[in-house]
């Protein structure tokens, strides 16, 4: 498991993040450009649907990245501190990732998406 | 490796090393004098922006004022916000860490001179570009952010919104410039055993502001160079009646606009995590949680663009998003003041004038977030939107966020700069003005900005409950001057009365302490290596070993210029990185490219062109001087022992300094995409013609060739590594050919397909990017021309196969971006209506 060692952990977590935060953005505007749901109907339509699960998904990735980031962490030893500090750092940078995915997902669950 | 005393070390070094003085300074391109440089040239122009904010509050002392008409007050108040933000905040910043950066992490030098030394002469010129529309009375009006369509031709017909557009783009470009260097200075010529782990934590946050740049400023350079289109070439894309869409710019502006403000915070907030522990006398707490601090923060604030836009009617799930974004934002921030606020309670603090700032930082600053997480909450947001509170508190975290952390900065390493130290005394009068006049000025602005007060008025009426709070803010605002002018006066009379500092006058744990203060031209005589955070902590003796010449890369008697270069992970030695020597080419390509800057302004194109023309054929003249260009070619001796120079390697500094700069490339070009998609689903009068005006057989053609060149030079580099130059000359010849007939033919496909960009944004936006690849492709077309002539002359070979592999990457670029367009351009279209 070489590649949670390699220094790209580091920011990976964010990444993922931000590749998420794209298709958030986007996936609404382009949503509601096509097909936008009926505004009465509220929070639960397709869109949102998609939005949340799609958002779901990522945050699942991330977790399970940390915790393998945060295992590997603890499987070195003393004279590669550069290999702990990378995997550690990778480790808290998707925890994270994933708690702010979580955290601006949460509108989702409660307003509807094209008003 | 040691050759002899220090002393005639020191001379043989300097023989090298050493800068030219009168008109020949022009040519210096170390590292040392580009950062002073960029230092006082940012401190000339707070001068400048300050006396700008000056007016401002001498024009809203009173009511009913008559000190300044409406339209230079316009001019003042976009000329201040202009001025602070892009001609002071951002170089001085970048200035800082281009002087500190090689110095921590015991280099020499950064890892391309000349393209600092560009960097800030570009800064130079296009700042006074800009300043002299003032005294021309020829300023821009339309705010900081240019909103279209106010500075569009309809309402700004003169040339004032032109000097913005260019004058800002040139100075964008040098803030690139810098970035692309510090990010590979900073992962790739550390001293060796500096893991990422023991990076000093300025190192990390210089890291991300980079990064940021190199992301960030892309997509306000390319809404500059649309918006001048626009103007001067009556091309469309912010005008509603031809297609376009006013709020492109706006997104375009702010998805730089945003981050630029945490470029502005985080490097002051990596001075104070480098002062604070040094005044605490212990290590930082939570190293680790800071570095993933300052990493979210670099991330999470590309997400908060929109935070700006909550009133032009975007949907309310959308804005949602942002809010939350804008809110979680404070957090990483919030953990580093508690990093910093535990490490003085578990230090044993020291108090020096530079800890008054520091505290008067900690105070403002934390002021500045709470008003700052009260607007992130949309609703409030509504209420104060463009009154005065809002200027309160964006003057609330960038003085506090910055100006203070700034000066604390300089007292801290006044020593660096005049091998004194700084003087109790006046020092704490300058704070305490500066600290009361500031809160005067601004605390009692938010009242204003409550009391309903719009920002930007250029006077009021009398009787609105303004009068009281406007005088009071325009007292303050004198006494901060009065103080800031204190503080100038006693950093000038240190340099006569202040003490002469010791050896690391305070105890600091990083590396640029190791110096003779003031630092020699090469810093360091011996390169030390590194087996802790904390050097000069954990080994107090390197200071005197690297100055006696007993660590690495010692020798000089070779004439070069050299530094290591080490691996980005474990710091460990993988080549010499030989740097250019002083010369006259960034001087000159600045100066010709104001030439080109000053044409476009006053319309005289052909001026404009033949400048064009100078600076590509100066350009190439640099990239002639690369690696071996002289005498012998790549027979260059190195001692035995030593690893090789760079250009021997495959993996020098170059590549990393051509990928960085691909990244900023295609940041701009990301965003030229989605402005192509943007326009496509949101403009109100979007106008698709029936047919696509473009060949679509003729651009996948156009694309299948350039596939086929670039397959081959990726054979060519293949063989490179291998280490077989078989045929190089021929096959680099072939394959620019080849390019520069795609070139051609990409020329014709545009020349051919009847475009009219004047009359709608869909043909403006296609133009745009057809032009964007035309130049890339005819870039990569003549550099590898001139590969191939170097071939010719022996200097690029197997022995030294780099540049060929640093051109590679330009090619795979290229790939990308061809290929893009034919997506986004034919198919695209073609699949979703139209076409
Ligand atoms: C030195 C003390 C300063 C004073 C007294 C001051 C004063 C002001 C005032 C009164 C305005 C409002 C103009 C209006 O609403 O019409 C303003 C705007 C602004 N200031 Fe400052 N300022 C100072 C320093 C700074 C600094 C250090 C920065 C940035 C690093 C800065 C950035 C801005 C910006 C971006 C604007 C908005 C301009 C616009 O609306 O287009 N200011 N300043
Ligand atoms: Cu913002």
Known sequence: ??????????????????????????????????????????????????????????????????????????????????????????????????????????????LPPCV | MIEGRPDELHQQFDEVWGNPRGWRAATIVNHTRIGLLFLLTGLGFFIFGGLLAMLIRAQLALPDQAFMDADT?????????????????????????????PKMLGARDLVFPRLSALGYWCYLFGGLILAASLFLELAPDAGWFMYTPLSSLPYSPGVNSDFWLLGITFVEISAVTA??????????????????????????????????????????????????????????????????????????????????????????????????????????????????????????????????????????????????????????????????????????????VPMLWLFGFLVIFVAGGLTGVMLALVPFNWQVHDTQFVVAHLHYVLVGGMFFPLVAAVYYWLPHFSGRMPSPRLGRWGFWLVFGGFNLTFLVMHWTGLLGMPRRAYTYAPGLGWDTPNLVSSIGSFIMAIGIATVLVDVLLHFRFGVRAAPNPWHADTLEWATRLPPTAYNFISLPSVDSRYPLWDRPDLVKEMARGEQGLAAIAHGRRETWGTDAVTGEVREIIHLPGNTWLPFAVALVLSAVCIGLLVKAYAVASVA???????????????????????????????????????????????????????????????????????????????????DARGMLANALLLSAATLWLRRVLAALRRGSDKGLRGQ???????????????????????????ATAHDAVIAVVLGYALFHCVLAGVATGLQAWRAHYGYVDRAAPYEPIVLGQLWYYNFGVVWSAYVALVLFPSTWGGG
């Open chain 1, 1 to 110: 498991m070489t590649w949670l060692y390699h220094p790209l952990q580091i920011p990976l977590g964010l990444i993922v993040w931000g590749v998420w935060f794209i298709a958030l953005y986007s996936g609404l505007s382009v949503g509601c450009a096509v097909a936008p749901p009926d505004a009465a109907a509220g929070p639960w339509n397709w869109l949102n649907v998609v939005l949340g699960g799609a958002s779901l998904a990522t945050v699942a990735l991330l977790l399970g990245l940390s915790a393998l980031c945060w295992r590997a962490s603890r499987r070195v030893g003393q004279n590669e501190r550069a290999k702990r500090f990378i995997a550690r750092v990778g480790a808290s940078v998707h925890l994270v990732a994933a708690l702010a995915t979580l955290f601006i997902a949460l509108p989702i669950v409660g």
């Open chain 2, 732 to 758: 680099l010849a072939a394959i620019a050919a080849l390019g520069l007939l795609q070139s051609a033919h990409l020329l014709w496909l545009t020349y051919a397909s009847d475009l009219a960009p004047k």
């Open chain 2, 73 to 101: 007050y316009n001019q003042v108040f976009t000329m201040h916000g202009t001025v602070m933000m892009f001609l002071f905040a951002v170089p001085m910043m970048e200035g800082l860490a281009v002087y500190l950066i």
């Open chain 2, 179 to 352: 970035a692309v260097e510090l990010v590979v200075a900073i992962l790739r010529a550390r001293a060796p055993g500096m893991t990422l782990q023991r990076m000093p934590l300025y190192a990390w946050y210089i890291l991300t502001m980079a990064m940021m740049i190199v992301l960030g400023f892309p997509p306000l350079i390319l809404g500059s160079i649309l918006l001048e289109l626009e103007r001067a070439a009556g091309m469309a894309f912010f005008d509603v009646a031809r297609g376009g869409d006013p709020i492109l710019w706006q997104h375009l502006f702010w998805l730089f606009g945003h981050p630029e403000v945490y470029i502005i915070f985080l490097p002051a907030a990596g001075l104070v995590s480098t002062m604070l522990p040094v005044f605490a006398r212990r290590p930082i707490v939570g190293y680790r949680w800071v570095v993933v601090a300052v990493l979210t923060t670099g991330f999470i604030s590309f997400a908060l663009w929109v935070h700006h836009m909550f009133t032009v009617g975007i949907p309310h799930l959308a804005q949602a998003f942002f809010s939350a974004a804008s809110m979680l934002v404070a957090i990483p921030t919030g953990v580093q003041v508690f990093s910093w606020l535990a490490t003085l309670w578990l230090g044993r603090p020291v108090y020096h």
């Open chain 2, 612 to 694: 064009i023309v100078a600076a590509a054929i100066l350009v190439l003249r640099w990239s002639w001087e690369n690696g071996a260009y002289e005498e012998g070619g790549t027979a260059v001796p190195i001692s035995a022992g030593d690893p090789p120079l760079h250009w021997r390697t495959h993996n020098g500094p170059g590549r990393w300094g051509m990928g960085v700069t691909l990244l900023a490339d295609g940041a701009l070009y990301a965003a030229l995409l989605f402005g192509w998609f943007y326009l496509w689903t949101v403009a109100p009068q979007w106008q698709m013609p029936a047919q696509s005006p473009l």
